[in-house]
């Protein structure tokens, strides 16, 4: 049988050739046209799998955010749900920086986001948190993800240590971080995200307080 001249399209391969684009090459690098090219076929092929690259870009990170991990609010435990929950998230987003604007821009119609913020929430809620905090904790845990993934704080310094030596004293040392950026990065994470979930348990402690006196 012969081969087709124009290669099959899939909407699960030009999610993948999409991806890969991005990942290589940036955000902007991404029109249906430079797609065409890289997938050897005509820029109206696209079309009939995606009427924009808006949708596209949508189905992309649909895709990412179903991997985000929320099973952790099973447990009932708000706290082991909110790490669970952060953890994945951030891996999910450091995995493909690029395309963090459009993943945090937030769930529009997207199922795979819809369904895990109605995840968190509702899990929060079931943990005791009343709904208007439930909404502010969803928030404030995406602001800590989506910062820790947005950039690198380490490699924001340059590795020369004349930079520093002179005018900068207390930066000493500064010219070495880039050196152990994975690392300085993990770790200033995962204290973030320790020191904002002691601070939630005192407001949740204070919350039964109040609910326990009336007040």
């Given at each position: ?43 109206a092929s696209l079309y009939s ?114 930079v520093y030596r002179d005018r ?23 204290l973030a995200l320790s020191a ?20």
């Amino acid at each position: 049988m012969a081969r087709p001249r124009t290669p099959m399209l899939s909407v699960s391969g030009i999610r993948s050739a999409a991806l890969a684009l991005i990942d290589r090459d940036g955000l902007e690098s991404l029109s249906m046209r430079r797609l065409a090219q890289e997938l050897d076929v005509q820029a109206a092929s696209l079309y009939s799998h995606y009427r924009t690259k808006e949708d596209l870009l949508a189905d992309i990170a649909n895709e990412i955010m179903a991997e985000v991990d929320v099973s952790g609010f099973e447990s009932g435990d708000w706290r082991r749900g909110l790490t669970v929950w952060a953890r994945s998230y951030r891996a999910a987003l450091a995995a493909h920086p690029h395309l963090v604007p459009v993943v945090a821009a937030g769930p529009g119609r997207r199922e795979a986001a819809l369904r895990r913020a109605d995840a968190v929430h509702g899990g929060l809620v079931a943990a005791g948190w009343p709904p208007r905090h439930a909404t502010m904790i969803g928030a404030s845990t995406k602001y800590l993800v989506v910062g820790a993934a947005i950039n690198s704080f380490a490699r924001g310094f340059d590795a020369d240590v004349q930079v520093y030596r002179d005018r900068y004293p207390n930066l000493s040392q500064a010219h070495r971080l880039a050196e152990h950026a994975a690392e300085i990065d993990a770790d200033s994470f995962e204290l973030a995200l320790s020191a904002f979930l002691d601070g939630l348990g005192q407001t949740f402690a204070g919350l039964a307080r109040d609910a326990g006196t009336g007040a």
